[in-house]
Nanobody, 128 residues
Framework: QVQLVESGGGLVQAGDSLRLTCSAS????????MAWFRQAPGKERTFVAG??????????SYTDSVKGRFTISRDNSKNTVYLQMNSLNSEDTAVYYC???????????????????WGQGTQVTVSS
């Protein structure tokens, strides 16, 4: 069982940066693949970035629209995953969710249905 709590969202201007934090409670955090998803108003929730568990070398993946701007990382000693977001634009406005999964197949990392645990979300608003 894992409980996830996101923080770090807020209102920023286009071009600014934010770092989201997802704090996890529970055991064996390092054995979970972690990801960030987002949901913009009136749209479906979509994959943003993912990072594998230790046994997969913590491999990362990103949706195309954030490559080069966002960086996902994890600190297993703190049971925490981060999403560093740079060069934000209005299209990044959304509620951002942290998710965790065990036994994730690499090809399904962007499929939200594969994640068993979700946080409550944190709002990111980018003004242009």
């Amino acid at each position: 069982q894992v409980q996830l709590v996101e923080s770090g969202g807020g209102l920023v201007q286009a071009g600014d940066s934010l770092r989201l934090t997802c704090s996890a409670s529970g055991r064996s955090f390092s054995t979970y693949a972690m990801a960030w998803f987002r949901q913009a108003p009136g749209k479906e929730r979509t994959f943003v970035a993912g990072i594998g568990e230790n046994m997969r070398g913590g491999r990362t993946s990103y949706t195309d629209s954030v490559k080069g701007r966002f960086t996902i990382s994890r600190d297993n000693s703190k049971n925490t995953v981060y999403l560093q977001m740079n060069s934000l634009n209005s299209e990044d406005t959304a509620v951002y969710y942290c998710a965790a999964a065990r036994g994730l197949i690499a090809s399904t990392v962007s499929n939200g249905n594969q994640y068993s645990y979700w946080g409550q979300g944190t709002q990111v608003t980018v003004s242009s």
